[in-house]
């Protein structure tokens, strides 16, 4: 029974043919191409010309893989088998056409999905290069501007300082101003940048929301004035006076919604609202509102606002870098919070969100952050020697050294010493009797906080306490920190007001 059944499947694919040493057939079955006794055997395919070298070779068998026949019509992929004997070859050829193509499409098949995910890999690679490259781009982009942009706001005080007249007093205004919204832009896009690399941290820290408030409340009643608007806030007497939260980010969020509020309303008025929507034994949820009676937003637009330098048509005439809302959206996404606008066109826009805060659970703890807060204001009241001070400024980039040098002695309250080299800064640290030293925290040579360092390590007492005063365009890779963790007393950001950085000096003189 089973010999029956092996009948149908055995021999069909295989073919049997005996030659003389020559190649002459001898005998042949016909399981897959004919060809009649006493033929030569390459006259059934050209292949079969290496039977002479066959029958020449010192070895007895030899196997051929993957031949490709075409015989007649038919092309086959056929394995085929020389074994010498005694008196002739027998060749037997395995017809495996079905299963080499099989294999072939399996093999391509398995090429093809090698090479889409090489693809996919190189485009994701493709894709982080780009992003690396773009923050990368930006920090030293930011770096590059910050140098200039402190320059050009000492220069602008030192400017301010002499006898003027009113048209230069006024060319002097626009020249401020403008350096203003290119810093103001520069945070933004660095705001944005460590937002979407995943750098930007919340700070979560005990603030009073009065003292926000007032602040506000101050701002943007005097630039509500200058419009002839006028400006409202309605707060809501039920909110804790202390909660904890990140207090500039907050303010951040407001004063970009606040900004755009005023910027667009021609008349009527801008107002700030923030209501208490639920309150929890340690915990608050407010809503803050900024509304305005400006010209609206077209329904079409309210979502496109929200993208990065997204600006609607009719604003053209309005100043603006179309990246505020981004951040907005940005930062309160990070404090668990979502922005919403309703708006109505000709009437205008209300921008609102939730947020949850922590407040201190007793009262005690109010009132200790309070004596903090207080604290922190009087230390400002630092007590004035008499006298100059010798102050020894250290700044590798020559126009930014001029301009600090310049509105420094301004002042008439320093002798000033120059440094542009990391290098000689020990050497004059040792030597003189520096009351204070301002530090650029990137140098040629040797960095501003292996510099403090190595003062605060110095033997000498009168030396190794002397403030430093870091000056950094440089905010990423934790160079703020690290300036912080080698000692030094105050790092300041560029570009900065001469009088932060006077603030500065005198909050850490000896
Ligand atoms: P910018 O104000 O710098 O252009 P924003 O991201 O803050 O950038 O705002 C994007 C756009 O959204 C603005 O250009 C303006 O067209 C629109 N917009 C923002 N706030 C308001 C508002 N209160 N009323 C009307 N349009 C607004």
Redesign the pocket.
């Known amino acids: 029974m089973l010999e029956q059944y092996k009948q149908r499947y055995i021999g069909k694919n295989i073919q049997f043919i005996f030659t003389d040493s020559e190649g002459v057939v001898q005998e042949s079955d016909y399981a897959i191409f004919t060809i009649e006794k006493g033929a030569h055997i390459t006259e059934a395919h050209l292949f079969f010309e290496c039977i002479s070298s066959v029958a020449r070779a010192t070895e007895n068998e030899f196997l051929f893989n993957c031949v490709h026949l075409a015989i007649g019509e038919r092309e086959y992929i056929v394995d085929i088998k020389m074994v010498k004997e005694e008196t002739g070859i027998l060749i037997v050829i395995f017809d495996l056409t079905e299963h080499y193509n099989e294999y072939q499409m399996v093999a391509q098949a398995r090429n093809e999905s090698i090479i889409r995910s090489e693809l996919v890999a190189i485009k994701n690679k493709e894709l982080e290069e780009r992003e690396k490259f773009k923050d990368r781009f930006i920090q030293n982009f930011s770096h590059e501007l910050r140098n200039p942009l402190t320059s050009i706001l000492a220069m602008n005080n030192v400017l301010a300082n002499t006898p003027l007249n009113p048209e230069q007093k006024q060319i002097l205004d626009f020249l401020k101003e403008s350096n203003n919204n290119l810093r103001l832009m520069l945070e933004d896009v660095l705001s944005l940048s460590m937002m979407s690399a995943g750098k930007l941290d919340l700070q979560n820290k005990l603030f009073g929301l009065a003292r926000l408030f007032d602040l506000l409340r101050f701002t943007y009643e005097a630039k509500a004035k200058l419009k002839g608007i006028s400006f409202t806030m309605e707060l809501d007497g039920r909110m804790p006076s202390y909660v904890e939260g990140d207090r500039l980010r907050l303010y951040q969020v407001l004063t970009?919604l606040l900004?755009?509020?005023i910027?667009?309303t021609a008349q009527g008025k801008v107002q700030l609202k923030v209501s208490l929507n639920q309150k929890w034994a340690n915990k608050v949820n407010l809503r803050f509102e900024v509304s305005?009676t400006?010209?609206?937003?077209a329904q079409e637009?309210l979502t496109l606002?929200?993208d990065s330098f997204?600006?609607?048509e009719?604003?053209t005439k309005?100043q603006?870098?179309?990246?505020?809302?981004?951040i907005?959206r940005g930062l309160l996404e990070l404090m668990g919070s979502e922005i919403k606008v309703q708006?109505s066109e000709g009437k205008?826009?209300t921008?609102y969100f939730d947020i949850s805060l922590k407040y201190p659970l007793r009262a005690v703890q109010e009132e200790k952050a309070q004596k903090k807060l207080k604290k922190g204001a009087t230390t400002k009241k630092y007590a004035k020697k008499k006298g100059k001070y010798k102050l020894l400024l250290v700044e590798d980039d020559e126009v930014v050294q001029m301009a600090l040098f310049k509105s420094l002695i301004d002042t008439q309250r320093f002798y000033i010493d120059l440094a542009e080299d990391g290098a000689e800064v020990l050497e004059m640290v040792i030597n003189n009797e520096y009351d204070v030293v301002v530090l650029d925290a990137i140098l040629p040579n040797i960095s501003g906080d292996h510099i403090t360092r190595l003062i605060r390590e110095l033997p000498f007492k009168k030396v190794n306490k002397i403030p430093i005063i870091g000056i950094t365009a440089h905010l990423f890779d934790n160079n703020v920190e690290k300036c912080r963790a080698a000692g030094m007393n105050d790092i300041l950001i560029k570009p900065f007001e001469i009088t932060t950085l006077l603030d500065a000096i005198d909050r850490h003189l000896r």
């Open positions: 970009n900004d755009n509020a910027k667009v305005d400006g010209p609206g937003i637009n606002i929200f997204s600006r609607v009719n604003s309005i603006g870098r179309g990246l505020g809302l981004t907005v708006s205008g826009s921008f």
